[in-house]
């Protein structure tokens, strides 16, 4: 079996072509990322998952399932509450909130595993309210001390069900305005100000996430660099301040965020020299292609250790699903916030 790489790529419909079955036995492809436009009906996905594990098993198969106005796969699923309802529910109700978080991140994992993923780039641990329109209601909460109690009881639900856990964007995204599929955010805060506040979630959960996703900002008291290029974020702070030992993902190289580097080759090669495991190319065909002759040329092509961690570790059944009591029961409760 060949190891993954350290490319992770999306698709462009909701079958395979011939060209993208070639893509995907290329050693540099360790990954891919599926949109609502791959998606037709929840046969027709499970369909196209398990083509794509049957070329390669080791693929990392991921998604983006938050919750809100994040969800990708909708027909046919448990449509989930946005996480900041969730936490005020915590808030007002710390014992009721906590099943309910706890057993909503492991119905998210197990419809997602059933599904043939192997996990969702979740949860949010950004703090926010309604500050980063981007963020806004994705955070748990704009209180810190809620937001990593909240996550943590929903990164539970997702390890029971045998699902890893990515937070992000590290360090927080809810301090600036900026959109950063848009362009380049800058926060002009000090590492200080972060350390009271935006990083307390990333360093309270920090031994329960396999993976971290940065965020395209620009921090320019701290870094000149986006935190996703800058190996002092990444390496100095996530690795040895916050003791991180998993695997980190580039956010999407395709976002303007991401810009403040050239071509696509350039930006896949800052990211994995500053600490990324596995470099995000989303929406933009050539791009991606770009990143791939990059690896194939053997600079940053090293397989990382890390990668294997996000695999699905059950494996799930939806005829499991259908009978089951806590299944059945999470679905009731969360309908009934709605």
């Not at 050693?27 to 049957?54: D, H, W, Y």
């Not at 810190?144 to 943590?152: L, M, N, R, T, Y």
Request: glycine share 8%.
């Amino acid at each position: 079996m060949m190891a993954p790489g350290p490319l992770m790529l999306d698709l462009e419909g909701t079958a395979l072509s011939d060209a993208e079955r070639d893509l995907l036995t290329q050693s540099p492809v360790g990954g891919v990322i599926f949109f609502a436009r791959n998606i037709k009906s929840k046969a027709q996905f499970m369909a196209l998952t398990a083509e794509v594990s049957a070329l390669r098993p080791e693929l990392l198969l991921a998604i983006d399932q938050e919750g809100g106005r994040v969800q990708r796969l909708r027909e046919g699923y448990t449509l989930l509450p946005a996480m900041q309802q969730l936490g005020s529910l915590l808030a007002d109700d710390s014992a009721r909130g906590a099943e309910l978080l706890k057993n909503t991140g492991w119905l998210l994992a197990v419809e997602m595993i059933a599904s043939g993923l192997d996990f969702s780039f979740a949860p949010v641990l950004d703090l926010d309210s309604n500050h980063c329109d981007v963020i806004a209601n994705r955070s748990f909460s704009l209180n810190p001390d809620i937001a990593s109690a909240a996550a943590g009881y929903f990164i539970d639900g997702m390890a029971e069900a045998g699902m890893a856990a990515t937070g992000k964007h590290f360090p927080g995204h809810g301090g600036v305005t900026a959109d950063s599929h848009l362009e380049i955010p800058y926060d002009l805060r000090s590492m200080a100000q972060l350390q009271a506040r935006d990083l307390l979630p990333f360093k309270a959960l920090s031994p329960k996430l396999q993976g971290v996703m940065p965020a395209h900002i620009v921090f320019p008291e701290i870094d000149s660099k986006a935190v996703g290029f800058s190996s002092y974020w990444l390496q100095s702070i996530l690795r040895e301040e916050l003791s991180f030992d998993g695997v980190i993902f580039s956010d999407d190289l395709s976002m303007k965020g991401a810009d403040q580097l050239g071509s696509y080759a350039e930006k896949a090669e800052a990211a994995l020299r500053a600490g990324c495991d596995m470099v995000l190319v989303c929406n933009n065909r050539h791009g991606a292609l770009e990143v791939l002759d990059f690896l194939k040329g053997g600079a940053e092509s090293v397989t990382s250790r890390r990668l294997p961690l996000m695999k699905a570790h059950k494996q799930w059944r939806w005829a499991e699903l259908l009978g089951n009591p806590r299944w059945l029961a999470t679905q009731k409760a969360l309908a009934a916030l709605q």
